[in-house]
Each structure stands twice: as structure tokens, then as C-alpha cells.
């Protein structure tokens, strides 16, 4: 069975802190994608990835930057976290770009954090 | 810019009743069409999804859309709902085809069933 693994489901930090969000997929798919879903605001990209050490911005970087060392693992980083940052956070990954790819994405269960 | 319209943000309706989630999308040459559930406090999982042929598509849970070209539209259907379908649906769009910069997500549909 398919599994991307977000590695924590909730967290709680303070303004200012240095906050990871790790995301491990074991569907050796190119491509990854870190999303933040609030209310009324549905689901909003901030960054993806199509290959190991490739990054692409997506609609909302601003705070944000990525990490991707190795094809299964993509990391989300907050620099320095502020309380606008309190959300609920989605990692996905797909099939590598081609006429096979229809681009479903395959999602985590989500790593809710807030910020203090 | 490529947008998807989900003009419905809650939908109450009674256990046993019949739903019809709304959808629409900004046109496009081609599109592949999905929808997603998310129970509370999950990730999303896929319903359903449109890639090609029979515009009517059935999906888990009794869940079934059909796509309509001309309007634009990928409405989400289901004759009979329980209290296990309470969740938001989120419908996506794939305008790139080969889907190298994700989906594009609408706003969501809360689906509350009650008693």
C-alpha cells in the first residue's frame, strides 16, 4: 500500500522558533509538494520539488523554504515561525511528469502546528 | 489564471437524503478532475477522478460524478448519505497534464449529515 508519512500529527511552538515538518514517502515518485489548508481558504501550495535537490516555488513561499536531499524525503522549514503560521500542514507526492501521469497526488495525514 | 470554484462552502443534509456537491473549473484544453475527502483531523484521500471516456464517473462510498465539457462542471453525487460521509470534499483540477506543479485545489465542501 501507497504511504506518505508526515512525521508529527501536531505540534506546538513558539514566535521565533525553528520548525521542521518532515515528510517521507515510500512510493519512489518524483515528484513532492507541501500544501497548508486553512478554513475557507481550501488547500494553498507553498513549495514543490520534481527531483532531489530541486525546489519550486508555489503560491505562498513567503516564511517557508524546502529541503530535499534524497528522492523519498522532503522537508518543510519555518525560519522563524510566527503565529500566522498556525495552520494545518499537507505533504503529497506524485508521479513523475509524463503522459502516464494523470497528477493524482497521494497525501500524509497532515502535521497540525501552532505557533504561540 | 487557472481557478477551481466550489460554490457551496457547507451543504446540510439529512441522513438517507441525497447530495450534490458543486463544482466548476476555469477552462481548458484538457483536464484531469479529482475529488478528495478528508475526514476529521486526516490527510485527504481520493473519491474519485476523471481522466477520460464515460463522463460519469463512480468513485468509494456510493460516491459518483459526472463531467460535464460544456458547463465547465464535475459535480459530486451521491443518492443516499450516512453519518460516516460528515467530511470536507475538496474537487481539484490537473491543468498540466503530466502534473509537474500539483493540483489546483477549490475551497472544500463541509458535508454535514444530520439525524
Known amino acids: 500500500d501507497v504511504k506518505v508519512t508526515q512525521s508529527s500529527r501536531y505540534l506546538v511552538k513558539r514566535t521565533g522558533e525553528k520548525v521542521f515538518l518532515e515528510c517521507v514517502q515510500d512510493m519512489d515518485h518524483e515528484n513532492m509538494f507541501w500544501y497548508r489548508q486553512d478554513p475557507g481558504l481550501g488547500l494553498r501550495l507553498i513549495y514543490f520539488?520534481?527531483?532531489?535537490?530541486?525546489?519550486e516555488k508555489g503560491d505562498i513561499p513567503e516564511g517557508y523554504s524546502v529541503s530535499r536531499e534524497k528522492k523519498e524525503r522532503f522537508s518543510l522549514i519555518l525560519e522563524s515561525a510566527s503565529t500566522n503560521q498556525t495552520s494545518m500542514y499537507l505533504c503529497?507526492?506524485?508521479?513523475?511528469?509524463?503522459?502516464?501521469?494523470?497528477?493524482?497526488?497521494?497525501f500524509g495525514e497532515g502535521s497540525r502546528l501552532t505557533v504561540l | 489564471a487557472q481557478s477551481v470554484t466550489q460554490l457551496d462552502s457547507q451543504v446540510p443534509v439529512f441522513e438517507e437524503a441525497p447530495v450534490e456537491l458543486r463544482c466548476n473549473y476555469s477552462?481548458?484544453?484538457?483536464?484531469?478532475l479529482f475529488w478528495y475527502v478528508q475526514y476529521p483531523n486526516q490527510g485527504l484521500q481520493l473519491l474519485l477522478k476523471y481522466l477520460s471516456g464515460s463522463t460519469l464517473v463512480k468513485g468509494i462510498n456510493g460516491f459518483e460524478a459526472e463531467f460535464n465539457k460544456s458547463q465547465t462542471s464535475f459535480h459530486l453525487r451521491k443518492p443516499s448519505v450516512h453519518i460516516s460521509d460528515t467530511a470536507e470534499y475538496f474537487c481539484?483540477?490537473?491543468?498540466?497534464?503530466?502534473?509537474?506543479?500539483?493540483?489546483?485545489f477549490g475551497k472544500g465542501t463541509h458535508l454535514i449529515i444530520q439525524p
Open positions: 477552462s481548458s484544453v484538457s483536464v484531469y
Open positions: 520539488s520534481y527531483d532531489v535537490k530541486m525546489k
Open positions: 503529497a507526492s506524485s508521479l513523475s511528469p509524463s503522459l502516464l501521469n494523470t497528477g493524482e497526488l497521494f
Open positions: 481539484a483540477v490537473s491543468y498540466s497534464g503530466g502534473g509537474a506543479d500539483g493540483l489546483t
